[in-house]
């Protein structure tokens, strides 16, 4: 890069997983700054890389409320008759989004009676929605989870559910989970 200033921006907790310091240590160097989303991931940082902890700072995500609200009001297509509690998940499908963790325990709360549907918007590699599908086959919720896919706007769909669902393995500071506490959704 060529460019008088450089900035790298980490939106992923630094410790968790642990990283591959070398790798980061050379393109942090030459940087500038090295901007976190959190004040959490800049302490792992700092910790991990005391060499750069000079250029390192925290700039949290901006996240227009106003925007999200009224996108919020438009429709969504939930046509479907379930009259207990909707779980919405946002997110790639993938290991580190733990979605294969949360099976068990919405298995177990169906097994309580419980009318539970389970809707989750976003896609992912062939491999790992295979491997989702076949947990969610083997603990027989094919009937309680939803997959609807990328959605350009998922906010009348956060509004439409009763909890916000997020399984993560590891996360820095998910955009998604800020955006469930704006329509005022458990999470």
């Known amino acids: ?37 959190s004040k959490k991931i800049e302490a792992s940082l700092k910790q991990a890389l005391p060499e750069i902890a000079d250029k390192v700072m925290t700039m949290e995500n901006i996240i227009d409320a106003e925007d999200i609200l009224q996108r919020a009001s438009e429709p969504c297509d939930l046509a479907d008759d379930v009259r ?16 294969d963790m949360a099976i068990p325990a919405i298995a177990r709360l169906v097994s309580g009676k419980n009318d539970i549907k389970w809707y989750i918007i976003g896609d992912g590699e062939a491999i790992d929605k295979e491997n989702l599908h076949e947990r969610i086959r083997k603990y027989g919720l094919q009937d309680r989870v939803s997959f609807l896919g990328i959605r350009q706007n998922p906010y009348p769909y956060m509004k439409a559910c009763d909890i916000y669902l997020q399984p993560s393995r590891h996360e820095g500071k998910p955009i998604a989970v800020e955006e469930a506490k704006i329509l005022q959704k458990p999470i």
């Open 1 to 37: 890069v060529k460019a008088k200033k450089k900035i790298a921006w980490l939106h992923f907790d630094y410790a968790s997983p642990p990283r591959e310091d070398a790798l980061y240590l050379h393109y942090f160097s030459k940087c500038d700054k090295v901007v976190t989303v």
């Open 84 to 99: 207990g509690i909707r779980l919405l998940t946002v997110g790639r499908i993938c290991h580190q989004k733990g979605y």
